[in-house]
């Protein structure tokens, strides 16, 4: 079946421009993810939504960042007043969410890379 | 907090040598520990990982990895390498309970297979 997908696969913006990404989970995966990887500082967490629970944003790096969720499916990561420092490559990741918490295999996107200039 | 560190930036081999990616790992709580592989210009994609039970866990191209508690460590091995095995390999851990999405990754070995 399909896997996780992203768009874009690019995004150039100028410095001080909102850009948003998206991810579409693979059907059926209750819990999304994202991540950033960057050069400077590897691949982070940066928010994570299961189902309708409230989701955990603890690794968001700023209040420039946000992310949506809609109906349970497709979720778009929004960062206002981009920065140089914003530059990486986000990943987004889906997973079913069943067994132990933990333990679940997440299963990425190829990534949308962002340059900030 | 759980903190992850792959002790090799980079690893350069020759084809059909062993080869070891070295994972250790911090946490004040038990944790899940997985190996992610990137392979060039493709997604991240899980290569294994321990859950619980047998210490060693190994994927379906042959690599394999033992969890050690006492050491705090997760080390990556094959025996033999192929060509097709040159990728970036990140170790990750998940302590489950209320971190339950969150993967902390370290930050990565490039494997390299020289001919």
């Known amino acids: ?117 | 907090a759980q903190s992850v560190t792959q002790l090799d930036s980079q690893v350069p081999v020759f084809e059909e040598a062993p080869v070891e990616l070295r994972c250790n790992y911090s946490s004040s709580v038990s944790v899940y520990l997985f190996w992610y592989v990137q392979y060039p210009n493709q997604g991240l994609q899980l290569l294994l990982k321990y859950l619980s039970g047998s210490t060693l866990v190994e994927s379906i191209n042959g690599f394999e990895a033992e969890f050690n508690k006492s050491q705090t460590s997760f080390h990556l091995r094959k025996p033999s390498v192929h060509i097709s095995d040159t990728a970036e390999y990140f170790c990750a851990v998940n302590a489950g309970g209320t971190s339950y999405g969150k993967l902390t990754f370290g930050q990565g070995t490039i494997l390299t297979v020289h001919p």
């Open chain 1, 1 to 117: 079946g399909a896997g996780v997908s992203q768009s874009p696969s690019n995004k150039v913006t100028e410095k001080g421009k909102d850009v948003e990404l998206r991810c579409d989970p693979i059907s059926g995966h209750t819990a999304l993810y994202w991540y950033r990887q960057s050069l400077g500082q590897g691949l982070e967490f940066l928010i994570y939504f299961q189902g309708n629970s409230a989701p955990d944003k603890s690794g968001l790096p700023s209040d420039r960042f946000s992310a949506e969720r809609t109906g349970g499916s497709v979720s778009t990561l929004t960062i206002q007043r981009t920065q140089q420092e914003d530059s990486a490559v986000y990943l987004c990741a889906s997973s079913l969410a069943r067994g132990p918490a933990g333990t679940d295999t997440q299963y990425f996107g190829p990534g949308t890379r962002l340059t900030v200039l």
